[in-house]
């Protein structure tokens, strides 16, 4: 699992994004693409950074119903699906993983809408600049998003912590993370 998949990740959004592209090198900015295509995926890669996806179809799929649901980019967001450059990408995927794929949605599409319903607002589509150095823990409190891998048990990554008296035992403190 990468860092910038994890709920908490202390890291800036510019940092999961170049976490992201050194782990699929074959993504590299410009790629050779139409204008529309770069702006599309630019907005498309963040959104995979933001909502805690990797590449894998399954993963797709939730970046595709966040997009739509959890950005400002709404419906608007299918036109780049459209685009020729996006099609080539589904004519290099083969039979057996769409079909798995179909049949994990049965779990993944409700859950992934779900959450998106449960935002306190839709993260910015194409307008992202200003949350470049913010901490990806901060944007996902801000914008109320869950990781597509989301584990409630998943061990807090912040390093800030305070200490607290406990009650009834005079001098004994415990570290408490925020």
Same mark, same amino acid.
């Given at each position: 699992? %990468?860092?910038?998949?994890?709920?908490?990740?202390?890291?800036?959004?510019?940092?999961?994004?170049?976490?992201? +592209? @050194? *782990?699929?090198?074959?993504? #590299?900015?410009?790629?050779?693409?139409?204008?529309?295509?770069?702006?599309?995926? /630019?907005?498309?890669?963040?959104? %995979?950074?933001? +909502?805690?996806?990797?590449?894998?179809?399954?993963?797709? #799929?939730?970046? =595709?119903?966040?997009?739509?649901?959890?950005?400002?980019?709404?419906?608007?967001?299918?036109?780049?699906?459209?685009?020729? @450059?996006?099609?080539?990408?589904? =004519?290099?995927?083969?039979?057996? *993983?769409?079909?798995?794929?179909?049949?994990?949605?049965?779990?993944?599409? $409700?859950?992934?809408?779900?959450?998106?319903?449960?935002?306190?607002?839709?993260? $910015?589509?194409?307008?992202?600049?200003?949350?470049?150095?913010?901490?990806? &823990?901060?944007?996902? &409190? @801000?914008?109320?998003?869950?990781?597509?891998?989301? %584990?409630?048990?998943?061990?807090? !990554?912040?390093?800030?912590?305070? @200490? =607290? !008296?406990?009650?009834?035992?005079?001098? %004994? !403190?415990?570290?408490? =993370? /925020?």
């Amino acid at each position: 699992m %990468h860092a910038f998949e994890r709920q908490r990740s202390p890291q800036s959004l510019a940092s999961g994004i170049a976490e992201y +592209f @050194e *782990a699929n090198p074959s993504l #590299a900015n410009g790629r050779g693409l139409s204008s529309a295509a770069q702006e599309f995926f /630019r907005c498309h890669d963040a959104v %995979h950074v933001v +909502f805690g996806c990797s590449t894998t179809l399954n993963d797709e #799929a939730i970046v =595709k119903i966040s997009s739509i649901l959890g950005t400002t980019g709404g419906f608007g967001v299918l036109r780049g699906y459209r685009l020729h @450059e996006s099609l080539e990408i589904y =004519k290099q995927l083969r039979i057996t *993983a769409i079909l798995l794929s179909v049949l994990q949605s049965v779990y993944l599409v $409700p859950r992934s809408v779900i959450r998106c319903l449960r935002q306190t607002k839709r993260w $910015p589509w194409s307008n992202f600049e200003p949350y470049m150095q913010v901490p990806l &823990e901060r944007i996902r &409190e @801000e914008f109320g998003i869950r990781v597509a891998h989301f %584990h409630i048990d998943e061990p807090d !990554t912040s390093s800030t912590s305070i @200490e =607290k !008296t406990c009650p009834g035992k005079p001098g %004994h !403190t415990s570290h408490v =993370k /925020r």
